[in-house]
């Protein structure tokens, strides 16, 4: 248990599916980000959310729709998916302020058919 | 444009030897680096960590070392050992702002053989 939980682990969807990514965290952190990885890229910051507040859209499509209703939880709604979004997601928070690195969570494995 | 590079996709090294992952970041604003390790199906952890005013930081078996005029850093694990396989990720933030935004690296495999 890293403390930042994320639900599904692992998630089949199709092209013209809703389904909606979920992230907790009881760390008592201020900030929260979804990253994605790809096979052979770097991690890609999606979003960050400081205090609720979205602070970073890193041009992500908008097929990928955040929310964040508190400092504890996360979500990532999608829709409309194509096979090239399928990668692992990953959620993390960290305190905000200062330099601290991030409590990852374990990772939505998505696959877009 | 990447601003944090791992050149080695792999590394294998024997078990008892000491293992040389290395970072290259091209933005000099950073000034904290970090490295995590990612075992599969799980998230990654922190490992250790390192602020621009200093050029060497040790914890246990791993020590990073920053050289600032070469861009470049260097984490070491010595000895290394097979719970040590997994992949390594370096990262770089710069101070300033509400938030940290963490830049990541490819990562590096790494397999230490028995």
């Known amino acids: 248990e890293t403390g930042v939980t994320q639900t599904p682990r692992h998630l089949v969807m199709g092209m013209t599916n809703k389904k909606s990514l979920k992230c907790e965290q009881h760390?008592?952190?201020?900030?929260m980000y979804w990253y994605k990885q790809s096979a052979k890229k770097p991690l890609e910051l999606m979003f960050v959310?400081?205090?609720?507040?979205?602070?970073e859209n890193n041009s992500v499509p908008s097929r990928f729709s955040p929310e964040c209703p508190n400092s504890s939880h996360l979500f990532l709604h999608l829709h409309t998916l194509q096979p090239e979004d399928s990668a692992l997601y990953l959620c993390?928070?960290?305190?905000?302020?200062?330099?601290?690195?991030?409590?990852f969570g374990s990772g939505t494995r998505l696959t877009v058919v | 444009d990447q601003q944090v590079k791992q050149n080695s996709p792999s590394l294998s090294v024997q078990e008892g030897r000491i293992s040389i992952l290395n970072c290259d970041y091209t933005?000099?604003?950073?000034?904290?680096f970090l490295w995590y390790k990612k075992y599969p199906a799980e998230g990654p952890t922190f490992l250790i960590s390192?602020?621009?005013?200093?050029d060497k930081n040790e914890d246990g078996r791993f020590t990073v070392f920053l050289n600032k005029s070469a861009k470049h850093l260097s984490l070491h694990i010595v000895p290394s050992q097979p719970g040590d396989s997994a992949v390594y990720f370096c990262?770089?933030?710069?101070?300033?702002?509400?938030?940290?935004?963490?830049?990541f690296g490819t990562g590096t495999l790494l397999a230490v053989q028995p």
């Open positions: 993390a928070s960290s305190p905000g302020t200062g330099n601290y690195g991030y409590t």
């Open positions: 760390l008592g952190h201020n900030a």
């Open positions: 959310y400081n205090f609720k507040e979205q602070t």
């Open positions: 933005n000099s604003m950073f000034d904290y």
């Open positions: 390192i602020s621009s005013i200093k």
């Open positions: 990262a770089a933030t710069r101070e300033g702002g509400a938030t940290n935004k963490l830049i």
